[in-house]
């Protein structure tokens, strides 16, 4: 009795109408539709570089041309990491020029200049990023816009500027600001 009322049940699939289905497509790239040889083995697709003749059945899917539309949220994304590269080109501009007014001596200015150079090389990386997806998104490049090494040679070199500046700093006891040498 259950038997009836299930959807997949023997008795309801065999009420389904039989009906054959015209194909839609043809295929355009000539690999006909694979079937199992003597073994019961499927081809490969080394197999089918040698077909030099295509059954007319073989099946291809039409392609419907649509406009692509670019979502306002992919624009909206990439002008938030440009304005992220230039607060942190601001910030470590504004370090640098602390750091140049309140120096004492040439070591402090000269990393006042490399933090200034570091502010402006991010400043130039992150738009000529911001320009590159521009573009990328304009053309509806499907590609992706990950940029893994920037981030990592910034860091780098924010990291070994201030690793060196404290390094400078212990090495020399004349450059310490409260510093009394005997």
Not at 93 to 112: E, I, K, M
Not at 138 to 153: Q, T
Request: with cysteine.
């Amino acid at each position: 009795m259950t038997e009836m009322f299930t959807p997949f049940s023997p008795s309801a699939l065999a009420k389904l109408p039989k009906t054959t289905r015209t194909p839609r497509y043809l295929r355009a790239d000539e690999i006909p539709d694979a079937e199992p040889d003597e073994h019961g083995n499927m081809p490969t697709v080394r197999d089918y570089h040698a077909i030099n003749s295509v059954n007319q059945n073989v099946r291809v899917p039409r392609k419907i041309a649509t406009p692509v539309r670019v979502e306002g949220k992919v624009w909206f994304a990439n002008e938030r990491t440009w304005i992220s590269y230039l607060s942190m080109s601001i910030l470590i501009g504004t370090l640098a020029v602390a750091l140049f007014n309140a120096s004492r001596d040439d070591v402090a200015r000269y990393f006042a200049y490399f933090y200034a150079l570091v502010s402006v090389g991010i400043l130039i990386y992150g738009y000529v990023l911001y320009q590159h997806r521009i573009t990328k998104i304009r053309s509806r490049d499907p590609g992706h816009f990950d940029a893994i090494v920037g981030p990592v040679v910034i860091s780098a070199l924010l990291f070994f500027a201030v690793l060196a500046n404290f390094i400078v700093r212990g090495a020399c006891p004349a450059s310490r600001p409260f510093a009394t040498v005997d």
